[in-house]
Protein backbone atom coordinates (compact mmCIF):
# COMPACT_ATOMS: atom_id res chain seq x y z
CA UNK A 1 0.00 0.00 0.00
CA UNK A 2 1.89 3.41 -1.25
CA UNK A 3 1.39 6.60 0.84
CA UNK A 4 0.76 9.68 -0.86
CA UNK A 5 1.33 13.19 1.33
CA UNK A 6 -0.21 16.49 -0.67
CA UNK A 7 1.34 19.06 0.64
CA UNK A 8 -1.04 22.57 -0.54
CA UNK A 9 -4.01 19.93 -0.56
CA UNK A 10 -6.38 23.23 0.37
CA UNK A 11 -6.37 23.43 -3.45
CA UNK A 12 -9.07 21.52 -3.33
CA UNK A 13 -10.23 21.15 -6.79
CA UNK A 14 -6.77 20.10 -7.73
CA UNK A 15 -5.99 17.67 -4.98
CA UNK A 16 -9.55 16.05 -5.44
CA UNK A 17 -8.72 15.57 -8.70
CA UNK A 18 -5.14 14.07 -8.10
CA UNK A 19 -6.85 11.76 -5.40
CA UNK A 20 -9.57 10.50 -8.22
CA UNK A 21 -6.51 10.04 -10.55
CA UNK A 22 -5.02 7.93 -8.22
CA UNK A 23 -7.91 5.86 -6.94
CA UNK A 24 -8.83 4.80 -10.25
CA UNK A 25 -5.88 2.57 -9.85
CA UNK A 26 -7.56 -0.78 -8.93
CA UNK A 27 -3.39 -1.27 -7.37
CA UNK A 28 -4.32 1.86 -5.17
CA UNK A 29 -7.59 1.93 -4.36
CA UNK A 30 -6.19 1.02 -0.57
CA UNK A 31 -3.87 3.73 -0.64
CA UNK A 32 -2.61 5.97 2.69
CA UNK A 33 -3.34 10.04 2.17
CA UNK A 34 -2.43 12.52 4.39
CA UNK A 35 -3.43 15.98 3.29
CA UNK A 36 -1.95 19.17 4.56
CA UNK A 37 -2.37 22.37 4.63
CA UNK A 38 -2.05 25.61 7.58
CA UNK A 39 -5.23 27.02 6.28
CA UNK A 40 -7.58 24.83 8.11
CA UNK A 41 -10.73 25.76 6.52
CA UNK A 42 -9.48 24.76 2.89
CA UNK A 43 -7.73 21.80 4.38
CA UNK A 44 -11.24 20.55 5.79
CA UNK A 45 -12.93 20.97 2.32
CA UNK A 46 -10.10 19.25 0.22
CA UNK A 47 -10.51 16.64 2.89
CA UNK A 48 -13.73 16.01 2.71
CA UNK A 49 -14.34 16.27 -1.05
CA UNK A 50 -11.73 13.11 -1.69
CA UNK A 51 -13.62 11.23 0.44
CA UNK A 52 -17.05 11.79 -1.36
CA UNK A 53 -14.50 11.20 -4.59
CA UNK A 54 -12.94 7.83 -2.65
CA UNK A 55 -16.64 6.64 -2.44
CA UNK A 56 -17.84 7.42 -6.03
CA UNK A 57 -15.12 5.48 -6.99
CA UNK A 58 -15.89 2.22 -4.59
CA UNK A 59 -12.22 2.90 -3.01
CA UNK A 60 -11.60 2.63 0.33
CA UNK A 61 -8.19 4.83 1.07
CA UNK A 62 -6.73 5.63 4.37
CA UNK A 63 -7.24 9.43 4.55
CA UNK A 64 -6.00 11.90 7.38
CA UNK A 65 -5.82 15.83 7.51
CA UNK A 66 -3.54 17.33 9.25
CA UNK A 67 -1.32 21.00 9.47
CA UNK A 68 1.78 19.24 10.48
CA UNK A 69 3.97 18.24 7.53
CA UNK A 70 6.32 16.54 8.96
CA UNK A 71 3.66 13.79 10.14
CA UNK A 72 2.13 14.28 6.30
CA UNK A 73 5.84 13.08 5.18
CA UNK A 74 6.61 10.51 7.53
CA UNK A 75 6.91 7.15 5.27
CA UNK A 76 5.36 8.84 2.70
CA UNK A 77 5.93 7.15 -1.08
CA UNK A 78 5.43 9.96 -3.02
CA UNK A 79 4.96 13.65 -1.85
CA UNK A 80 2.85 16.08 -4.18
CA UNK A 81 3.75 19.88 -3.60
CA UNK A 82 1.15 22.45 -4.40
CA UNK A 83 1.90 25.31 -2.46
CA UNK A 84 1.47 28.87 -3.14
CA UNK A 85 2.94 30.97 -0.79
CA UNK A 86 1.59 34.47 -0.12
CA UNK A 87 -1.59 33.69 -1.47
CA UNK A 88 -3.65 36.53 -3.35
CA UNK A 89 -2.43 39.14 -1.37
CA UNK A 90 1.21 38.36 -2.14
CA UNK A 91 0.74 38.29 -6.07
CA UNK A 92 -1.69 41.63 -5.77
CA UNK A 93 2.17 42.99 -4.71
CA UNK A 94 3.73 41.18 -7.80
CA UNK A 95 1.42 42.90 -9.86
CA UNK A 96 0.51 46.43 -8.63
CA UNK A 97 4.53 47.20 -7.92
CA UNK A 98 5.50 46.72 -11.22
CA UNK A 99 2.17 48.57 -12.54
CA UNK A 100 3.69 51.35 -11.16
CA UNK A 101 6.65 51.29 -13.22
CA UNK A 102 4.49 50.94 -16.27
CA UNK A 103 5.20 47.21 -16.11
CA UNK A 104 2.16 45.12 -17.19
CA UNK A 105 1.29 41.15 -16.74
CA UNK A 106 -1.36 38.61 -17.87
CA UNK A 107 -0.23 35.80 -15.60
CA UNK A 108 3.08 36.62 -13.20
CA UNK A 109 3.73 33.07 -12.57
CA UNK A 110 6.72 31.84 -14.78
CA UNK A 111 9.10 34.24 -15.19
CA UNK A 112 10.26 38.32 -14.89
CA UNK A 113 9.58 40.02 -11.51
CA UNK A 114 6.33 38.50 -10.92
CA UNK A 115 7.88 34.84 -11.38
CA UNK A 116 11.21 35.49 -9.41
CA UNK A 117 9.30 37.05 -6.12
CA UNK A 118 6.69 34.08 -6.21
CA UNK A 119 10.30 31.78 -6.66
CA UNK A 120 11.77 33.76 -4.06
CA UNK A 121 9.06 33.61 -1.57
CA UNK A 122 8.70 29.20 -2.08
CA UNK A 123 12.15 29.02 -1.60
CA UNK A 124 12.64 28.93 1.95
CA UNK A 125 8.99 26.22 2.21
CA UNK A 126 10.94 24.18 -0.50
CA UNK A 127 14.63 23.58 1.52
CA UNK A 128 12.54 23.02 4.50
CA UNK A 129 10.63 20.68 2.46
CA UNK A 130 13.50 18.38 0.75
CA UNK A 131 15.19 18.70 4.29
CA UNK A 132 12.29 17.34 6.35
CA UNK A 133 12.26 14.50 3.05
CA UNK A 134 15.65 13.32 3.72
CA UNK A 135 15.04 12.59 7.49
CA UNK A 136 10.96 11.02 7.16
CA UNK A 137 11.06 9.38 3.65
CA UNK A 138 13.96 9.37 2.11
CA UNK A 139 13.00 7.07 -0.79
CA UNK A 140 10.28 8.97 -1.49
CA UNK A 141 9.96 10.95 -5.19
CA UNK A 142 8.68 14.49 -5.21
CA UNK A 143 6.23 15.72 -7.60
CA UNK A 144 6.15 19.13 -7.80
CA UNK A 145 2.98 20.80 -9.39
CA UNK A 146 3.70 24.57 -8.13
CA UNK A 147 4.95 27.92 -10.55
CA UNK A 148 7.30 28.77 -11.21
CA UNK A 149 8.06 25.08 -12.34
CA UNK A 150 11.63 25.84 -13.00
CA UNK A 151 13.12 27.90 -10.40
CA UNK A 152 11.01 25.29 -8.07
CA UNK A 153 12.89 22.86 -9.55
CA UNK A 154 16.39 24.64 -9.03
CA UNK A 155 15.79 24.79 -5.88
CA UNK A 156 15.04 21.64 -4.91
CA UNK A 157 17.69 20.44 -7.50
CA UNK A 158 20.43 23.12 -5.52
CA UNK A 159 19.54 22.65 -2.06
CA UNK A 160 18.67 19.18 -1.70
CA UNK A 161 19.27 14.86 -2.47
CA UNK A 162 15.22 14.06 -3.07
CA UNK A 163 14.45 12.30 -5.85
CA UNK A 164 11.98 15.56 -7.41
CA UNK A 165 10.44 16.06 -11.19
CA UNK A 166 7.27 18.79 -12.13
CA UNK A 167 4.38 18.13 -13.90
CA UNK A 168 2.46 20.44 -16.17
CA UNK A 169 -0.28 20.04 -18.10
CA UNK A 170 0.87 22.18 -20.95
CA UNK A 171 2.60 19.86 -22.80
CA UNK A 172 -0.41 17.02 -23.79
CA UNK A 173 -2.91 20.20 -22.97
CA UNK A 174 -1.41 21.84 -25.97
CA UNK A 175 -1.05 18.85 -27.95
CA UNK A 176 -4.77 17.92 -27.44
CA UNK A 177 -5.55 21.88 -28.64
CA UNK A 178 -3.37 21.21 -31.82
CA UNK A 179 -4.97 17.94 -32.62
CA UNK A 180 -8.51 19.99 -32.87
CA UNK A 181 -7.21 22.35 -35.55
CA UNK A 182 -6.05 19.54 -37.18
CA UNK A 183 -8.89 17.19 -37.03
CA UNK A 184 -7.08 14.55 -35.55
CA UNK A 185 -7.65 12.07 -33.33
CA UNK A 186 -4.69 12.32 -30.81
CA UNK A 187 -4.04 8.41 -30.33
CA UNK A 188 -3.42 8.18 -33.74
CA UNK A 189 -0.69 10.72 -33.76
CA UNK A 190 2.96 10.94 -32.60
CA UNK A 191 4.99 14.26 -31.14
CA UNK A 192 8.65 15.21 -29.97
CA UNK A 193 8.55 18.21 -27.57
CA UNK A 194 11.46 19.61 -25.44
CA UNK A 195 12.64 23.08 -23.94
CA UNK A 196 11.71 24.59 -20.77
CA UNK A 197 8.79 24.76 -18.80
CA UNK A 198 5.91 26.80 -20.81
CA UNK A 199 8.44 27.37 -23.11
CA UNK A 200 8.82 23.79 -24.85
CA UNK A 201 8.45 23.30 -28.72
CA UNK A 202 6.73 20.56 -30.80
CA UNK A 203 9.68 19.51 -32.67
CA UNK A 204 8.00 16.62 -34.22
CA UNK A 205 4.00 16.03 -35.34
CA UNK A 206 3.58 13.26 -37.15
CA UNK A 207 0.59 11.10 -37.88
CA UNK A 208 2.55 7.69 -39.54
CA UNK A 209 5.02 9.36 -42.38
CA UNK A 210 3.35 12.04 -42.69
CA UNK A 211 4.66 15.82 -41.44
CA UNK A 212 1.64 17.49 -39.87
CA UNK A 213 3.43 21.06 -39.83
CA UNK A 214 2.22 21.92 -43.13
CA UNK A 215 -1.14 21.32 -42.27
CA UNK A 216 -1.24 23.19 -39.06
CA UNK A 217 0.52 26.51 -41.49
CA UNK A 218 -2.66 26.14 -43.53
CA UNK A 219 -5.00 26.10 -40.57
CA UNK A 220 -3.13 29.10 -38.97
CA UNK A 221 -4.72 30.72 -41.76
CA UNK A 222 -8.37 30.52 -40.84
CA UNK A 223 -8.80 33.16 -38.94
CA UNK A 224 -11.33 31.44 -36.52
CA UNK A 225 -8.38 29.43 -35.37
CA UNK A 226 -5.85 32.09 -35.28
CA UNK A 227 -8.16 34.02 -33.00
CA UNK A 228 -7.94 31.45 -30.85
CA UNK A 229 -4.47 31.42 -30.18
CA UNK A 230 -3.26 34.49 -31.69
CA UNK A 231 0.13 34.88 -29.78
CA UNK A 232 1.28 31.42 -30.25
CA UNK A 233 0.41 31.47 -34.03
CA UNK A 234 2.31 34.61 -34.79
CA UNK A 235 5.30 33.16 -32.43
CA UNK A 236 4.59 30.09 -35.01
CA UNK A 237 4.82 31.85 -37.63
CA UNK A 238 8.07 33.49 -36.64
CA UNK A 239 9.55 30.88 -35.41
CA UNK A 240 8.57 27.66 -37.25
CA UNK A 241 7.38 25.74 -34.25
CA UNK A 242 4.37 25.80 -31.96
CA UNK A 243 4.87 26.78 -28.39
CA UNK A 244 3.29 24.97 -25.02
CA UNK A 245 2.39 27.55 -22.78
CA UNK A 246 -0.91 29.46 -23.80
CA UNK A 247 -1.00 32.99 -25.67
CA UNK A 248 -1.99 34.69 -22.55
CA UNK A 249 0.99 33.27 -20.44
CA UNK A 250 3.44 33.46 -23.78
CA UNK A 251 2.96 37.45 -24.06
CA UNK A 252 4.52 38.30 -21.51
CA UNK A 253 7.52 35.92 -21.97
CA UNK A 254 8.71 38.01 -25.04
CA UNK A 255 9.27 42.00 -26.08
CA UNK A 256 6.87 41.71 -29.10
CA UNK A 257 3.87 42.43 -28.04
CA UNK A 258 3.22 43.61 -24.12
CA UNK A 259 5.78 46.64 -24.33
CA UNK A 260 4.30 48.50 -27.80
CA UNK A 261 0.91 49.53 -26.45
CA UNK A 262 -2.54 49.60 -26.14
CA UNK A 263 -3.23 48.97 -30.01
CA UNK A 264 -0.99 46.24 -30.05
CA UNK A 265 -2.71 44.50 -26.96
CA UNK A 266 -5.51 44.80 -28.37
CA UNK A 267 -4.72 42.75 -32.12
CA UNK A 268 -3.57 40.19 -30.41
CA UNK A 269 -6.15 39.78 -27.65
CA UNK A 270 -3.82 39.99 -24.56
CA UNK A 271 -5.27 39.25 -21.12
CA UNK A 272 -3.76 42.07 -18.39
CA UNK A 273 -4.17 40.93 -15.54
CA UNK A 274 -5.94 37.41 -16.27
CA UNK A 275 -4.01 35.84 -12.96
CA UNK A 276 -6.23 38.23 -10.95
CA UNK A 277 -9.52 37.81 -12.33
CA UNK A 278 -8.86 34.04 -11.94
CA UNK A 279 -7.54 34.56 -8.41
CA UNK A 280 -10.82 35.93 -7.84
CA UNK A 281 -12.77 33.53 -9.58
CA UNK A 282 -10.65 30.76 -6.95
CA UNK A 283 -12.27 32.22 -4.05
CA UNK A 284 -16.37 31.62 -5.49
CA UNK A 285 -14.77 28.31 -6.62
CA UNK A 286 -13.96 27.42 -3.45
CA UNK A 287 -17.23 28.60 -1.72
CA UNK A 288 -18.94 26.46 -4.05
CA UNK A 289 -16.81 23.22 -3.47
CA UNK A 290 -17.24 23.99 0.57
CA UNK A 291 -21.10 23.58 -0.74
CA UNK A 292 -20.33 20.75 -2.65
CA UNK A 293 -18.55 19.03 0.36
CA UNK A 294 -21.25 19.33 2.33
CA UNK A 295 -24.00 18.44 0.24
CA UNK A 296 -25.23 14.77 0.00
CA UNK A 297 -25.09 14.47 -3.88
CA UNK A 298 -22.82 12.13 -5.12
CA UNK A 299 -19.82 13.09 -6.79
CA UNK A 300 -18.15 11.95 -10.21
CA UNK A 301 -14.80 11.60 -11.51
CA UNK A 302 -13.68 12.13 -14.92
CA UNK A 303 -10.03 10.85 -15.34
CA UNK A 304 -7.79 14.19 -16.18
CA UNK A 305 -4.52 14.47 -18.01
CA UNK A 306 -2.30 15.41 -15.09
CA UNK A 307 0.93 13.18 -14.98
CA UNK A 308 1.21 12.83 -11.18
CA UNK A 309 -1.18 9.03 -10.94
CA UNK A 310 0.15 7.52 -14.13
CA UNK A 311 3.84 7.96 -12.52
CA UNK A 312 3.31 6.43 -9.43
CA UNK A 313 1.79 4.01 -10.93
CA UNK A 314 4.67 3.03 -13.24
CA UNK A 315 7.17 3.36 -10.41
CA UNK A 316 4.52 0.89 -8.20
CA UNK A 317 4.10 -1.96 -11.08
CA UNK A 318 6.80 -1.49 -13.55
CA UNK A 319 4.47 -1.01 -16.20
CA UNK A 320 6.80 1.53 -18.57
CA UNK A 321 5.18 5.02 -19.82
CA UNK A 322 6.56 8.07 -21.44
CA UNK A 323 5.73 11.59 -19.71
CA UNK A 324 6.86 14.90 -19.89
CA UNK A 325 8.66 15.98 -16.67
CA UNK A 326 10.72 18.78 -15.64
CA UNK A 327 14.63 17.85 -14.00
CA UNK A 328 17.99 19.03 -14.34
CA UNK A 329 18.89 18.62 -18.34
CA UNK A 330 22.39 16.62 -17.71
CA UNK A 331 22.75 16.90 -21.63
CA UNK A 332 19.15 15.37 -22.62
CA UNK A 333 19.02 18.60 -24.93
CA UNK A 334 22.89 19.40 -25.98
CA UNK A 335 23.02 22.92 -26.70
CA UNK A 336 21.13 23.66 -23.21
CA UNK A 337 22.88 24.16 -19.78
CA UNK A 338 23.91 20.88 -18.01
CA UNK A 339 22.07 22.34 -14.84
CA UNK A 340 19.31 24.25 -16.63
CA UNK A 341 15.68 22.59 -15.32
CA UNK A 342 15.13 21.21 -19.00
CA UNK A 343 11.19 20.07 -20.28
CA UNK A 344 11.39 16.70 -22.33
CA UNK A 345 10.30 12.97 -22.85
CA UNK A 346 11.10 11.35 -19.68
CA UNK A 347 10.74 7.38 -19.13
CA UNK A 348 9.44 6.04 -16.18
CA UNK A 349 9.37 2.48 -14.78
CA UNK A 350 10.01 0.93 -11.46
CA UNK A 351 13.57 2.53 -11.50
CA UNK A 352 12.02 5.64 -11.56
CA UNK A 353 12.56 8.48 -13.80
CA UNK A 354 14.83 9.72 -16.81
CA UNK A 355 15.07 11.63 -19.38
CA UNK A 356 15.57 9.96 -23.11
CA UNK A 357 17.65 11.85 -25.08
CA UNK A 358 16.36 14.97 -27.26
CA UNK A 359 19.76 16.29 -29.53
CA UNK A 360 20.14 20.19 -30.03
CA UNK A 361 17.25 22.15 -30.42
CA UNK A 362 16.97 24.06 -33.65
CA UNK A 363 19.17 27.54 -32.54
CA UNK A 364 16.29 30.51 -32.91
CA UNK A 365 14.41 28.16 -30.05
CA UNK A 366 17.61 28.20 -27.66
CA UNK A 367 17.98 32.16 -28.40
CA UNK A 368 13.78 31.88 -27.12
CA UNK A 369 14.03 30.33 -24.11
CA UNK A 370 17.67 31.42 -23.48
CA UNK A 371 17.30 34.72 -21.34
CA UNK A 372 14.95 33.05 -18.86
CA UNK A 373 17.26 30.14 -18.78
CA UNK A 374 19.88 33.04 -17.46
CA UNK A 375 17.01 34.19 -15.05
CA UNK A 376 16.84 30.48 -13.29
CA UNK A 377 20.22 30.20 -12.63
CA UNK A 378 20.75 34.63 -11.07
CA UNK A 379 17.60 33.38 -8.95
CA UNK A 380 19.35 30.30 -7.45
CA UNK A 381 22.31 32.16 -6.62
CA UNK A 382 20.37 35.39 -5.20
CA UNK A 383 18.47 32.89 -3.27
CA UNK A 384 21.77 30.66 -1.90
CA UNK A 385 24.05 33.79 -1.56
CA UNK A 386 21.63 36.08 -0.29
CA UNK A 387 22.79 38.51 -3.11
CA UNK A 388 20.59 41.17 -4.33
CA UNK A 389 22.71 42.29 -7.92
CA UNK A 390 22.06 38.57 -8.84
CA UNK A 391 18.29 39.51 -8.64
CA UNK A 392 18.57 42.90 -10.02
CA UNK A 393 20.34 41.24 -12.76
CA UNK A 394 17.62 38.45 -12.87
CA UNK A 395 14.72 41.37 -13.58
CA UNK A 396 17.63 42.78 -16.19
CA UNK A 397 17.50 39.96 -18.99
CA UNK A 398 13.81 39.12 -18.59
CA UNK A 399 12.49 40.05 -21.52
CA UNK A 400 9.60 42.13 -21.22
CA UNK A 401 11.12 44.11 -18.37
CA UNK A 402 13.76 44.97 -20.46
CA UNK A 403 11.86 46.70 -23.32
CA UNK A 404 9.54 48.46 -20.79
CA UNK A 405 12.09 49.67 -17.87
CA UNK A 406 15.50 51.65 -17.78
CA UNK A 407 17.94 49.98 -15.56
CA UNK A 408 17.54 52.24 -12.51
CA UNK A 409 13.63 51.90 -12.75
CA UNK A 410 14.54 47.85 -12.61
CA UNK A 411 16.95 47.98 -9.74
CA UNK A 412 13.94 50.47 -7.74
CA UNK A 413 11.21 48.28 -8.40
CA UNK A 414 13.21 45.11 -6.96
CA UNK A 415 13.59 47.14 -4.20
CA UNK A 416 10.48 48.08 -3.70
CA UNK A 417 9.32 44.10 -4.27
CA UNK A 418 11.80 43.27 -1.74
CA UNK A 419 10.13 45.41 0.94
CA UNK A 420 6.81 44.57 0.22
CA UNK A 421 7.44 40.82 0.28
CA UNK A 422 9.31 40.91 3.33
CA UNK A 423 10.31 38.15 5.83
CA UNK A 424 8.20 35.88 3.20
CA UNK A 425 11.64 35.76 1.18
CA UNK A 426 15.08 34.18 2.11
CA UNK A 427 17.72 37.01 3.10
CA UNK A 428 18.63 39.17 0.52
CA UNK A 429 21.50 41.64 2.51
CA UNK A 430 24.79 40.48 0.87
CA UNK A 431 26.79 43.25 0.05
CA UNK A 432 28.15 43.79 -3.37
CA UNK A 433 29.77 46.70 -6.18
CA UNK A 434 26.44 46.62 -7.66
CA UNK A 435 24.69 49.53 -6.16
CA UNK A 436 20.59 49.31 -5.42
CA UNK A 437 18.81 52.32 -5.46
CA UNK A 438 19.35 53.79 -2.38
CA UNK A 439 15.39 54.22 -1.14
CA UNK A 440 13.65 52.76 1.34
CA UNK A 441 10.28 51.83 0.80
CA UNK A 442 7.16 50.93 3.39
CA UNK A 443 5.19 48.00 2.60
CA UNK A 444 1.89 48.26 1.44
CA UNK A 445 -1.02 47.04 3.32
CA UNK A 446 -3.10 44.37 2.10
CA UNK A 447 -6.17 46.01 2.61
CA UNK A 448 -4.92 48.88 0.70
CA UNK A 449 -3.93 47.00 -2.25
CA UNK A 450 -6.93 45.06 -2.27
CA UNK A 451 -8.83 48.30 -2.53
CA UNK A 452 -6.84 49.43 -5.51
CA UNK A 453 -7.36 46.20 -7.47
CA UNK A 454 -11.42 46.49 -6.50
CA UNK A 455 -11.02 50.01 -7.87
CA UNK A 456 -9.35 49.20 -11.14
CA UNK A 457 -11.32 46.09 -11.48
CA UNK A 458 -14.38 48.35 -11.73
CA UNK A 459 -13.25 50.76 -13.98
CA UNK A 460 -12.54 48.18 -16.09
CA UNK A 461 -15.85 47.04 -15.92
CA UNK A 462 -17.80 50.04 -16.62
CA UNK A 463 -15.49 50.32 -19.87
CA UNK A 464 -16.30 46.89 -20.91
Known sequence: MIKVAMIGAGSVVFSRNLTGDILSFPEFKNACFSYMDINPDRLAVGAALCRKIARALDAH???????????????ADFVINMVQIGGFDSTLVDFEIPRKYGLNFTIADTTGPGGLFRALRTYPLLVELGRDMMELCPNALLINYSNPMSMNMQTLARTSAVRAVGFCHSVQGTFEQLMGYLGEKPDQVSFLCAGINHMAFYLELRRGQENLYPRLFRAMEDPKIYNTNRVRFELMRRLGY???????????????????????????????????????????EFDRRRTEAQSDAPLAHQRSHEYGSSVMHSMATGEPRVVYGNMPNRGAISNLAADAIAEAPTLVDRGGLRFTTVGELPPQLIAYIQPHVSQHELFIRAALEGRRDYLYQAAMFDPLTAATLPLDKIVEMCDELI????????????KTLVPGSGKTFQPPTAARLRAGYAKMAAAKNAAA
Open 61 to 75: PTIEATPDRRQALRG
Open 242 to 284: FVTESSEHSAEYVPYFIPHGPEMVKRFAIPIDEYLKRCDEAEK
Open 419 to 430: AAHGKLLPPLQK
